[in-house]
């Protein structure tokens, strides 16, 4: 059984503060032209917009956090800029994992590894395991991740545990499965740098999410343009298919 409820299925409690907020970190490569810098150096301030990013949401008492960091599609990009990216994964575990441990951070990584390089296998798993027992907060990273391919390999998997099964398959039997099933479904979903669209994340996972973009670079979006996007997240009014005079109403009216 999946460990929280579907929007689909059940009406989730809305909380004034977002309890997941998902981000697609867009902008980095933008922010370095702008400059005149080479792109890794955009890249490299973008890991330091994950540490204010973490903390912002350690000081405002959001429980999960999910970053999407290389996309299944990004290996399309220069593989010299693959090849920085990658390096640069490696220097972050090995220099932010005991930081996140002493801040009671849990870190996951989500996607298919199995392209990685071995030892930056290896460094996951560490990680991972080091800050298992962390309650304060989730941090997902999303790494050779894909919408498509998390429903893909959930629907297998499914099929592998059950075998016998022909038919009668409904929502909840294929949650357990999905890459995300540890977190509820995110609350907020913040794309930076401009682009409006969510290109392939968390598809299943984004039904009912509250959708915020903003053209402020990834490497720009701190506290402050955080609180913006909170902000906004707290005007909405969070149906989940009911009518604005439903949410008004008495439970026994």
């Not at 893909?152 to 398959?169: H, I, S, T």
Request: proline content about 5%; glycine content about 6%.
């Amino acid at each position: 059984m999946a460990l929280f409820s579907s929007s689909t299925r059940q009406i989730p409690q809305a909380a004034a503060m977002p309890r997941h907020v998902a981000v697609i970190m867009d902008g980095n490569g933008r922010w370095a032209k702008k400059r005149f810098l080479p792109r890794v150096a955009g890249h490299v301030k973008g890991v330091e917009l994950v540490r204010e990013m973490v903390r912002s949401c350690l000081e405002r008492g959001i429980r999960y956090l999910t970053l999407f960091a290389f996309s299944s599609e990004n290996w399309r990009r220069p593989a010299e800029e693959v090849s920085l990216l990658m390096e640069l994964f490696v220097k972050a575990l090995q220099q932010e994992v005991e930081k996140l441990d002493r801040n009671g951070v849990r870190l996951r990584v989500i996607g298919d590894l199995g392209r990685f390089d071995p030892k930056l296998q290896q460094l996951i798993r560490e990680a991972e395991e080091k800050t298992a027992l962390n309650d304060r907060l989730d941090l997902t990273i999303a790494a050779n991740y894909g919408g498509r391919w998390d429903i893909m390999q959930a629907v297998n998997r499914m099929l592998a545990a059950q075998p016998d099964k022909r038919a009668g398959w409904e929502e909840g039997d294929l949650e357990p499965y999905l890459s995300m099933q540890f977190a509820p479904e995110p609350d907020l979903f913040i794309r930076t740098g401009g682009e409006e669209r969510i290109s392939n994340f968390l598809l299943w996972q984004l039904a009912y999410t509250e959708l915020y973009f903003t053209p402020t670079l990834w490497p720009d979006f701190d506290a402050a343009e955080f609180d913006k996007a909170i902000a906004s997240y707290q005007q909405r009014e969070r149906r989940f298919g009911r009518t604005s005079e439903q949410l008004t109403e008495k439970p026994n009216a």
